[in-house]
């Protein structure tokens, strides 16, 4: 089993709905336990999509839910749930659902209200290397949560002239928010990535990757216009598109990861650029 150097907490960010946040938590969290490290899902989402998603159907109760973690009388004792335990014996999740809603309501009572989830996870830390925090599609006051407790946020993005728009000011919350909490040390952005990604049938897709429909890199449109080339410019790391998959659809509705559902096609591959980043970090890299 490999030795991380460091424990990293991802924070799966996004302010727009149906980016693939949970698509990507599940895949990595695969890869990752697949490859030995030991890995902990966090669901900070009221619709509880990662219960669905990692095939645990069941509605989690209060008690079984990330709810408890935020009890006063926390005594460091996570409702974890081991997941794809046929395949691998080193992945857990931490369930949301409705459960969360009670404290979404309750937020303004707690003194340290957006840093409570970092706090526990500082004064009773996992026995994980990798902590992946999956968000609902609005950013606060979940996301913030989840800002505030990560070192580092990863960001899927659709490829459409909405979500594009959208990435600038994700950006630019990231920046404003990392400052008024004053976090230290700082996350930091692991980078962007284009997901559901169709080349061959939206052009939108092709003039913002600047790709034609092959998948190739364009040479007959201004490369400035597009996402990883602004990227680029904010020093922001744009990972390979992941495409649109009927297999990762019917994998998730499974509650199994593609590389699971159909491990012979092209598209688990998809993951290894970011898989490879995040090994790279835990290596201390």
Avoid at 54 to 63: L, Q, V
Avoid at 64 to 90: R, T
Avoid at 251 to 270: F, N, R
Wanted: proline share 7%.
């Amino acid at each position: 089993m490999p030795k991380a150097a460091q424990q990293i907490r991802i924070a799966i960010e996004s302010n727009t709905g149906g980016s693939g946040k949970t698509t990507l938590v599940t895949h990595l969290a695969y890869a990752l336990g697949k490859k030995g490290y030991k890995v902990v899902l966090i669901d900070l989402d009221q619709n509880g999509s990662l219960s669905l998603f990692t095939g645990e159907t069941a509605t989690p109760s209060r008690e079984q839910s990330l709810a408890a973690v935020f009890d006063p009388s926390f005594d460091g004792s996570y409702p974890l749930a081991p997941i794809w335990k046929e395949y691998v014996d080193n992945i857990q999740v931490l369930p949301g659902g409705a459960a969360l809603e009670e404290i979404v309501r309750s937020l303004h009572l707690y003194e340290r209200k957006y840093e409570t989830l970092k706090d526990r996870l500082e004064d009773y830390p996992l026995d994980a290397d990798v902590v992946i925090l999956d968000t609902p599609a609005s950013l606060e006051p979940m996301g913030l949560i989840a800002l505030a407790a990560s070192t580092h946020v990863l960001v899927p993005l659709k490829p459409e002239y909405k979500d594009s728009f959208g990435a600038a000011g994700m950006v630019n919350w990231f920046y404003q928010k990392i400052e008024a909490l004053r976090l230290r040390p700082k996350p930091e952005i692991l980078g962007f990535v284009p997901s559901r990604v169709n080349v061959s049938k939206f052009a939108a897709h092709r003039n913002l990757l600047g790709l034609d429909s092959k998948g190739k890199p364009r040479t007959d449109i201004e490369l400035t216009d597009t996402i990883p080339y602004q990227l680029e410019q904010m020093g922001i790391t744009c990972f390979p598109p992941i495409k649109e998959s009927g297999f990762i659809l019917s994998a998730s509705g499974t509650g199994l990861p593609v590389q699971i559902y159909q491990p012979g096609d092209s598209i688990v591959k998809s993951f290894d650029p970011i898989v490879a980043r995040i090994i790279n970090l835990l290596k201390g890299k």
